[in-house]
């Protein structure tokens, strides 16, 4: 069964500073993987996606994240963050083709808290 | 406007009692999702549909119900099986497996 791990539950961090947050899946068949945000009292979006192609994604607000397919890894990335970075960061999967592409699966969530 | 409606944003349930969260999409997608959300559990995957009158349950289905006799529609029914029905339910589509879109929430909580 596909899983998703994410093993940072809380991040704390000052502004300007770097950010990396940790993403594991575990699935035997080609997938899509995705990060999606949720800011305070704000509907979950997504952040990135990679399906195929380059494994260095870029997405929204700065972010950027690197698939290696031999560590079954998905890190999201921010060179510098700021203080509206604050929210909390999922990490999903799904399997790539057919019938198995419908089934999302998402990890535990990251909170990352920016200080000012 | 398109997107995902999910009503009502608060539900209370009382002992024994069944309930039904509403979610609508007008994004014409295939698929759809129930999700539960958890502090420090992450989102759950409760059920999804990927076509109409068809449904899988996902990792947590036990103590919920759904149907999908329209493509815009996907509700789901907390049973009085669900012994900890308190949490955050998110519904979802997205058009096979690719972005999903999220409707806002609707938080149950047991009087």
Known sequence: AQSVSQHNHHVILSEAASLELGCNYSYGGTVNLFWYVQYPGQHLQLLLKYFSGDPLVKGIKGFEAEFIKSKFSFNLRKPSVQWSDTAEYFCAVNGGAGSSASKIIFGSGTRLSIRP | ?111
């Open chain 2, 1 to 111: 406007d398109g997107g995902i409606t999910q009503s009502p944003k608060y539900l209370f349930r009382k002992e024994g009692q069944n309930v039904t969260l509403s979610c609508e999409q007008n994004l014409n997608h295939d698929a759809m999702y129930w999700y539960r959300q958890d502090p420090g559990q992450g989102l759950r995957l409760i059920y999804y549909s990927q076509i109409v009158n068809d449904f899988q349950k996902g990792d947590i289905a036990e103590g919920y119900s759904v149907s999908r006799e329209k493509k815009e529609s996907f509700p789901l029914t907390v049973t009085s099986a669900q012994k900890n029905p308190t949490a955050f339910y998110l519904c979802a589509s997205s058009y096979r497996g690719e972005t999903q879109y999220f409707g806002p929430g609707t938080r149950l909580l047991v009087l």
